[in-house]
């Protein structure tokens, strides 16, 4: 074992996806083959949590940029020096949070973002935790016969599916938006191989997917329905409470999200970046 492996401990965050690691000194820098045990444990579990990584911006993005390339959220714009950086707020007197729907992050991009990473500025004294769903599990779970059929099937995803879109409204009458495109929509497989691990995963979302290619609205709905709430099934699942300088780091590729909104009346503000993918295959 790498010495780099004995200073750090890995805990598993469920049965299913999830690993919380501890051990590690982000200030001043991390030296490559921690990271390189970082995003093993990342592949490995889907989602990786760290505690106490009070990073300021410019040092959270290089941080970031040492596991991928930072890009810009096209809806929303990110802080003032820091455009790949976004902000995401909820007041205490807003009732709807950003992003509040079980998504992967805008899969309606043709290449939709590898990874994202997110830190913990300000949090509510309780709530706002962030569900996390293993969809290569999910998949794993299917009948044969499914599977099969699914195999086969590509889907249709785009950024005005209402579920998602009416989460960022109050971010972009504030911040302003990147794209000038009022729709962006991309086609892709049903099922997914990972590129790093090899794994297959289901990638259709509650947030962005309206029906599968080929098929209409109607006819894809049941089959759709079917699949969201199969992902969202507590056992392929895990809970993440944070606290300031909480960090997670999430492979769109292989797990969805959802934050609670369950914290009215208290302000939240994390930071987030997304790091450039692939065209899903």
């Given at each position: 074992m790498s010495i780099?492996?004995?200073r750090i401990t890995v805990t598993r965050a469920s049965g299913s996806c999830g690993a919380e690691v501890s051990g590690i000194d982000l200030r001043g820098g991390v030296d490559p083959a921690t990271v390189a045990e970082l995003r093993r444990v990342?592949?490995?579990?889907?989602?990786?949590?760290l505690r106490d990584v009070h990073l300021p911006p410019?040092?959270?993005?290089a941080f970031a940029a040492q596991f991928g390339t930072p890009v810009e959220y096209p809806f929303v714009r990110g802080l003032e020096g820091f455009p790949q950086i976004t902000p995401v707020v909820k007041e205490p007197h807003e009732r709807i949070n950003f992003g509040g729907v079980w998504?992967?992050?805008t899969a309606y991009l043709e290449r939709p973002p590898m990874a994202t990473m997110l830190v913990?500025?300000?949090?509510?004294p309780a709530g706002g935790d962030t569900l996390f769903a293993d969809c290569r599990a999910a998949y794993d779970a299917l009948s044969p016969g499914l599977r099969a059929t699914l195999d086969g099937l590509r889907a249709i995803n785009s950024s005005r599916k209402a579920d998602a879109s009416k989460t960022r409204e109050d971010r972009q009458k504030e911040r302003g938006a990147v794209t000038n495109a009022e729709v962006l929509?991309?086609?892709h497989p049903v099922v997914r191989t990972h590129p790093e691990t090899g794994r297959r995963a289901l990638y259709v979302n509650l947030g962005h997917t309206t029906q599968f290619e080929g098929w209409t609205v109607e006819e894809s709905k049941p089959l759709l329905d079917f699949l969201f709430a199969h992902?969202?099934?507590?056992?392929?699942?895990?809970?993440?409470?944070?606290?300031p300088g909480s960090l997670a780091l999430w492979d769109n590729r292989a797990v969805q999200h959802y934050p609670v909104n369950d914290y009215h009346g208290h302000?939240?503000?994390?930071h987030r970046i997304t790091l450039a993918g692939d065209v899903p295959a």
């Open positions: 780099t492996a004995q990342w592949l490995d579990h889907g989602v990786l949590f410019r040092d959270f993005l998504h992967s992050d913990a500025r300000e949090v509510p929509e991309a086609a992902i969202m099934k507590p056992e392929f699942t895990c809970r993440f409470r944070w606290a302000r939240r503000e994390m």
